[in-house]
């Protein structure tokens, strides 16, 4: 039987596209998906961990594992191609970039804490 995404989910993944879709929003959408790069690789260190504790095999992990070192770069490429020169580019982008930021860190607090007490009242 397969569940349908809890709130939290559809609220991160519907504001991206939302992002995605109006270009008005791209100074956002740059913040948005800097947030979601700088902390890909310590999800992926976390999640890498918690499955070796779990006695899963590390080579069932490359993806994962590939995934700590690119997303460094990632990273790194997004702020000094993308987000820099936008913030520079006009006047209202750096306070959009840091709303997208923001706005990333919040439905993703939203998400995790939700999850957690799904955990807990299990």
Known sequence: MQKEPITEALACSNLQVGMALHREHVFRMAGYLAAFELNATDRCKRLVEACVRHGMDANQLDYLTEHI?????????????????????HE?????????????????????????NQFLQA
């Open 92 to 116: 209202r982008a750096p306070m959009e970039i840091v709303q997208g930021f923001l706005l990333r860190l919040q439905t993703s607090n939203d998400y995790c804490d939700t999850l957690l």
């Open 69 to 89: 070192d690119a997303d460094v770069g990632h990273a790194e490429g997004l702020f000094q191609e993308i987000v820099v020169p936008m913030a520079a580019s």
